[in-house]
């Protein structure tokens, strides 16, 4: 049915899609396969009784810088981002810490709890800033370095390059606490934003992580519309350059003739063939039930028999109200427009506890958790239609999570206990106005997206020797496989998780050079600088 193709491309996910496009703009014969009934992966946006709930994704840290974004020229298919002022608030017992896009404005809330921290918070900013915006994201983009050479690459830039190769030595929370914050509650907050996806504010050499978590949620954005806005303005970008999206048709096996990949064989038993194959999914769906272990390279089974899984989740609850959103009483006003709102932490301390109660398979009695109202930055994702009930709005919470838990029970259970708690704060929030309510569990991650093994969102565990090069192996660092016409190009790819579009966009790269097709695009302006200035090598 499907003949003549260039590229099959496993998953319909973030990578996935970005990869088809700049594959399909190209001129190649494209088709993506997509095991749900539904593309998007993660850029997930369900309707309910016209509330517009995102059960996964929805914080964008990267939004408009991300590549694609301008070379697929997403804006006309549908997608724009909104980013609030008012970032982020911390609600500690008797103060309140409010963060702004804006870092004067920060500081000046800073000020207001610890005069003394306002210049270590001044400087920590700075620093993440420049090692973010001079470095670390323009190194998404780009194919990994060999890690000596990378080091080498770093410590001949200059100062800031030898601070990079420091912070492979630190944990988030030893490189935080350096600065020297005398209050305790505002060196908690940032170790919050390091660690609220699950990065281990413990994990040794994952310092180099912190920089651009902490930094961009206090620049993050939301899609509007919701997020799977962007899975559409994707597919619509990929089927204006001609390709096309089989939804509900999942893989059972990548076809192999000697040491070539040659296309698919899917569950209903149809073969699909091509000249490449690019897999979005983890290295154990790739390597151990794709493909014959016994047929391939050892490197490659031994690289998906040792893959570490994430040992923390997400727990997501959304619910559809009729009603004013939280007012929190005795705040600041800023606090009521703040995209995130942090509870239950006051110390280190309470945030390293959270995280290890997830990682050890519990969720502790006193709650701690991050809560948001799309909505009041999104008029587009509440219900319209109930006019003679009330003012309608969404509300999210969303916490670390175990996957080896009851969810059965649990997640109704969580929901109920989250709402709870975030009357305390807000007692103007009253269950009596929820009229929809979804939570969504690690198993319910894993069974939509099997790719996320253990409710894993990074498709493996943020360890260093599963990062960069090594992500998910020296093998695969340029996205291409020891098996002629397989690349891989997902989560479990650098730069790993979250909706950077990175790993679809720089698998793209591999599999046009090796087509011999036209690179139609440009390096971005930051990539082209971070080489100038000598942070990543020529191309």
Request: overall charge negative.
């Amino acid at each position: 049915m499907y003949s003549d193709l260039d590229v099959l491309v496993l998953g319909a996910g973030p990578n996935g899609l970005t990869c088809a496009s700049y594959l399909a703009k190209a001129g190649a014969k494209v088709a993506v396969v997509e095991r749900n009934v539904e593309s998007g992966g993660g850029l997930m946006t369900q309707e309910l009784s016209g509330f517009k709930l995102n059960s996964h994704a929805i914080y964008m840290l990267l939004a408009e810088l991300m590549p694609p974004y301008r070379d697929l020229n997403l804006e006309s298919f549908g997608v724009s981002f909104v980013r609030p002022e008012v970032q982020a608030a911390f609600l500690y017992k008797d103060e309140s810490l409010v963060l702004y896009s804006d870092p004067a404005r920060s500081a000046d809330s800073v000020a207001r709890i610890s005069p003394n921290d306002v210049e270590p918070f001044t400087q920590l900013y700075s620093d993440f800033r420049r090692a973010s915006e001079e470095f670390i994201i323009p190194a998404t983009y780009v194919p990994p370095v060999d890690p000596l050479d990378q080091i080498e690459l770093l410590e001949q830039a200059g100062e800031l390059g030898r601070w990079i190769n420091e912070l492979a030595e630190m944990t988030p929370r030893e490189l935080i606490h350096g600065y020297g914050f005398t209050d305790e509650r505002i060196e908690a907050g940032l170790i919050y934003l390091a660690s609220m996806f699950g990065l281990d504010p413990d994990g040794g050499g994952m310092g180099f992580l912190a920089p651009v978590y902490v930094y961009r949620l206090m620049q993050s954005a939301l899609v509007r519309g919701g997020t799977h806005q962007l899975a559409s303005g994707l597919r619509r970008a990929l089927e204006s350059f001609g390709g096309i999206v089989l939804t509900a048709s999942e893989v059972r096996e990548i076809i192999l003739d000697g040491n070539r990949v040659s296309g698919i064989v899917l569950d209903d038993g149809q073969r699909i063939s091509a000249k490449a194959v690019v897999s979005t999914l983890n290295p154990e769906q790739n390597f151990l039930k794709l493909l014959d272990p016994a047929l391939l390279p050892t490197p490659l089974v031994e690289t998906a028999q040792a893959w570490e899984w994430d040992e923390t989740s997400l727990y997501v609850v959304n619910w559809g109200i009729v009603g004013e959103l939280p007012r929190y009483v005795g705040r600041p006003q800023e606090v009521d427009n703040a995209l995130t709102v942090v509870m239950g932490i006051e110390s280190p301390d309470d945030v390293l506890s959270h995280f290890e109660a997830a990682r050890l398979g519990s969720i502790p009695d006193g709650l701690v958790g991050h809560a948001s109202c799309p909505s009041q930055f999104d008029a587009l994702s509440a219900a319209n239609h109930l006019p003679d009930y009330g003012n309608c709005e969404v509300l999210r919470w969303e916490c670390l999570a175990p996957y080896e838990a009851n969810w059965t029970t649990l997640k109704k259970e969580l929901a109920a206990k989250a709402f709870e708690n975030w009357s305390r704060y807000a007692p103007n929030l009253s269950k009596a106005n929820i009229r929809v309510e979804l939570p969504w569990s690690p198993e319910d991650i894993e069974r939509h997206i099997p790719s996320m093994k253990r409710g894993g969102i990074k498709h493996g565990a943020y360890v260093s020797i599963q990062m960069g090069y090594n992500r998910p192996s020296p093998d695969c660092s340029s996205y291409r496989t020891p098996l002629e016409g397989l690349y891989v190009g997902g989560a479990s790819t650098h730069p790993g998780g979250m909706v950077l579009l990175g790993g679809g966009y720089n698998a793209a790269r591999s599999v046009v050079e090796d087509l011999e097709l036209p690179i139609w695009w440009n390096a971005p302006p930051m990539v082209t600088t971070a080489i100038t200035d000598g942070y990543l090598p020529e191309a």
